[in-house]
């Protein structure tokens, strides 16, 4: 596969998802961007806004393994990752394995369960392993967690620790289609059944496990000079020293930029970076990640708005 190929393949995979979810060509590309930089996904918005169709519908489109867990506050660590039962027929423990050990992992309404089982990702999220009794278990090289919430109801939720937060690459904030996507959207169901599978049964698989790796070999072929280097840096250091936010984003989120800066370059068709690369991808990496200060929350200013006061302080390279 070469950078063209890898282009193209990502413009079949769009057009497949789109065949379920319309008007969320941005959400869609920065979906993909995660997924080849080998990241995982926080997607927020209300409800009705095909926040858990979208992950199906990227499932759909790939031949990988998938699964779903609907989080809930009754659920437990080991209904996520999976445990060792005794068997007493051959009087031995068996691991039966949680629904982690997948390809592309559904965690919807993730902020639904309690914060012992938020943390069961923490590990696997970070190192694509599990530890279970004492031994590490391997979950596959591609491992894609989109995890789902609602920012509108807050009852009966736990919000994610920072540590949690830091584990996801993007936060997508999704929202309402534009009313020609969101008519196109009600005239395509009423001609269909009223069957949600039948939505997206028209999606085909158009990429398996080798084309995922050979256009995450390609990304990881993309090399980005020192200029695309210093400004990601001057960016992540000014969140932390800008005064409305009271903590700033850690080389770890400066790292996870880079690394989306470089599958987004490789989606293009580039082996090359551009300062554009940064600055589109930079709120959604970071927007998770800083806490603003009492001050700038009084005064009712977002992470995106500080972010986008950053962008244009630090002057992006020529």
Do not use: W
């Not at 590990?123 to 919430?149: K, L, P, Y």
């Not at 790796?213 to 840096?233: H, K, P, S, W």
């Not at 990640?289 to 972010?307: C, H, M, N, W, Y």
């Amino acid at each position: 596969m070469n950078l063209d190929e890898l282009r193209a393949l990502r413009d079949r995979i769009a057009a497949e998802i789109e065949k379920a979810v319309q008007g969320q060509e941005a959400i869609v590309e920065l979906l993909l961007v995660s997924l080849f930089a080998r990241g995982h996904c926080l997607i927020e918005g209300p409800p009705g806004t095909a926040k858990t169709l979208l992950a199906q519908s990227l499932a759909a489109a790939l031949s990988l393994d998938f699964k779903r867990i609907q989080f809930t506050p009754d659920l437990m660590p080991g209904d996520v990752i999976g445990s060792n039962i005794y068997d007493f027929g051959s009087r031995q423990f068996e691991l039966v394995r949680g629904p982690i050990f997948t390809d592309i992992l559904l965690s919807d309404e993730i902020n639904r369960a309690p914060p012992k089982t938020q943390a069961a990702l923490l590990q696997v999220m970070n190192e694509r392993r599990v530890t279970i009794d004492g031994t590490d278990h391997a979950v596959g090289s591609v491992f894609f967690v989109v995890a789902t919430q609602n920012p509108i109801e807050q009852q009966g939720t736990y919000p994610l620790p920072e540590a949690q937060l830091d584990r996801f690459l993007f936060k997508l904030e999704i929202d309402f289609p534009g009313e020609d996507a969101e008519f196109a959207i009600l005239r395509r169901h009423a001609g269909q059944p009223l069957d949600h599978d039948a939505r997206k049964a028209a999606i085909a698989p158009v990429a398996g496990l080798s084309e995922i790796r050979a256009g995450q070999a390609l990304v990881d072929a993309i090399r980005l000079d020192d200029e695309i280097l210093r400004y990601v840096l001057g960016l992540c250091r000014a969140t932390r020293a800008d005064v409305d936010i009271a903590y700033g984003v850690s080389t770890r989120a400066a790292d996870g930029l880079c690394g989306a800066v470089r599958a987004r370059a490789a989606l293009d068709g580039r082996d090359y970076a551009i300062p554009d690369d940064v600055k589109l991808l930079f709120r959604p990496t970071m927007r998770h990640r800083v806490v603003l200060s009492p001050t700038a929350e009084i005064e009712g200013r977002s992470p995106d708005k500080v972010l986008a006061a950053i962008l244009e302080q630090i002057p992006a390279p020529r």
